[in-house]
Every structure is written in C-alpha cells, then in structure tokens.
C-alpha cells in the first residue's frame, strides 16, 4: 500500500471515530463564488477556510443562535392557545392574528 493510500485510510479512521459523516450539498455557480469569496474575506489575514470548515462553523453559530431563541421561548406560551411555544398549537391557528405562529415564526425562519 502507498504512503498516501496510507493516510487516507488512517484520515477515514480517524473521522470515523469522530463520527464525521460527509454531506454533499448542490451550489449553483453563483453560490460557489459566493462561498469562495466568504472563505477567503471571513478568514481575515490568515489562510482561507476550507468550504468544510466555513460551512461547519455557519452550523455552530446558528445552533448557538438557536440555543439563545429556544431560551427566550421555553416558558412562554401562545397567548392564543396557551400551548408551549415554539411549537405552540402545531399549526392548528397559524394565520390567525391572535396565534404566536402567525408572526412568530419567522423570527426562527433563516
């Protein structure tokens, strides 16, 4: 076996152990350049992310972000249907005026 055949196999193993999972996600070109150009400008002075590392790290502050949104809402129900939010009423008011989940769930959309 090659030395490179060698390392990519202890790399695997390595993820493997970590739990790492690859995923593939489809960009139009558009958002490849887009990725590209954030790699490089969010890197600051120092070497570019990679896209794995770029996009691994948007995932850790939007589940921190998350973490902080679901805080502010635990405790709190709909003043509609008085059912725990986020979740609230599961749809069943949505459009509503009264219905937390007419507005707000789009503070927790993207």
Known sequence: MSEAAKRK???RARRAALGIKRVE???S????QQLDHLR??????????????????LIRRDWEHWLEQEATLKGHSCPNCECQLPGGCGGTFDGETACWLTKGKRALAL
Do not use: F, H, K
């Open 40 to 57: 490089i400008a969010r890197a600051g002075t120092g070497d570019p992310y990679s896209a794995d590392e770029y996009i691994s790290t």
């Open 29 to 32: 070109e558009r958002e490849r």
């Open 25 to 27: 996600v489809a960009l």
């Open 9 to 11: 196999q202890a790399q």
